[in-house]
């Protein structure tokens, strides 16, 4: 298959599925929406325990 039949082949599946999609469009047909994940309560702020030696803390 040459590169010219290969872009052929594929400008007309292109087409072909963009034809499908206006169609859908067109009979109100429409993709499920993807549901975003429940909002999560602010944490606040939070500390991050460290260790320097013998001098153990927490940090920001």
């Given at each position: 298959m040459t590169l010219e039949e290969a872009y052929l082949e594929f400008m007309e599946?292109?087409?072909?599925?963009?034809?499908?999609?206006t169609a859908q469009a067109e009979m109100g047909i429409e993709q499920p929406e993807r549901k975003l994940p429940p909002k999560q309560k602010d944490p606040g702020t939070f500390t991050v325990p460290f260790c320097f030696g013998s001098v153990q803390g927490r940090a920001l």
């Amino acid at each position: 298959m040459t590169l010219e039949e290969a872009y052929l082949e594929f400008m007309e599946e292109l087409e072909e599925y963009y034809e499908e999609e206006t169609a859908q469009a067109e009979m109100g047909i429409e993709q499920p929406e993807r549901k975003l994940p429940p909002k999560q309560k602010d944490p606040g702020t939070f500390t991050v325990p460290f260790c320097f030696g013998s001098v153990q803390g927490r940090a920001l």
